[in-house]
């Protein structure tokens, strides 16, 4: 079946670039997505990517897809202490990755 | 927001008691979905729901139904709810690109 794999944690400081990467083993999805979870609430969505981009940039947010590596990463400029939460990767309709948790450091 | 709603928000229960979760929506979409959320393992998809009376089974569907009789609300239902059914969980719907949006959960405890 198919495998989504995050990093488990991510601490920057305030004011950096954070960068969290996902990879994954099936290629067929026709998007690839970000949510963010913070404490006690739902998975909200952030962006997304057509997978036939290699690059979506949104804002501060930034997707990279490398579909040879099935790598996909989400790069935030200026890490703000409100951007402390859970990001997931997710592939298709309902394939998640476990989540990687940002701690941004004042 | 998306217009979605879960009741109750809070549970707790003991083994062998029959639990129905209700996820409402407003949006008028056809496809609704019911997660679990559990540490280590993200989102794992349990049923969802294609249009009314129309489900299917997720990858963890083992002890749980669901039912559909009306567009807006999605019903999932533990007819004897175990302690590994301790979770939270999530109803969600689907956007134009298979976008999840997604309701503000419930925690259930099975003591």
């Known amino acids: 079946g198919e495998d989504v794999e995050q990093s488990l944690f991510l601490s920057v400081r305030e004011g950096d670039s954070s960068v969290i990467n996902c990879t994954y083993t099936?290629?067929?999805?026709?998007?690839l997505y970000w949510y963010k979870q913070e404490p006690g609430a739902g998975l909200q969505l952030l962006t997304y990517?057509?997978?036939?981009?290699d690059m979506k940039q949104d804002q501060r947010l930034t997707v990279l897809l490398n579909k040879k590596d099935k790598h996909l990463s989400l790069r935030i400029a200026d890490t703000q202490t409100g951007d402390s939460a859970i990001y997931f990767c997710?592939?298709?309709?309902?394939?998640f990755g476990t989540g990687t948790r940002l701690k941004v450091l004042a | 927001d998306a217009g979605i709603t879960q009741s109750p928000r809070h549970k707790v229960t003991e083994t062998g008691t029959p639990v129905t979760l209700r996820c409402h929506q407003t949006?008028?979409?056809?496809?609704m979905y019911w997660y679990r959320q559990d540490p280590g393992h993200g989102l794992r998809l349990i049923h969802y729901?294609?249009?009314?009376?129309?489900?299917d089974k997720g990858e963890v569907s083992d002890g749980y139904s669901v039912s559909r009789s009306k567009t807006e609300d999605f019903l999932l239902t533990l007819e004897s709810a175990t302690s590994s059914q301790t979770s939270v969980y999530f109803c969600?719907?689907?956007?134009?690109?298979?976008?999840?949006?997604f309701g503000p959960g419930t925690r259930l405890t099975v003591l």
């Open positions: 969600a719907i689907s956007g134009e690109a298979n976008e999840q949006f």
């Open positions: 099936d290629s067929s999805s026709t998007y």
């Open positions: 990517i057509f997978s036939n981009m």
């Open positions: 997710a592939l298709g309709k309902y394939i």
């Open positions: 949006e008028n979409h056809r496809y």
């Open positions: 729901s294609y249009g009314v009376k129309d489900t």
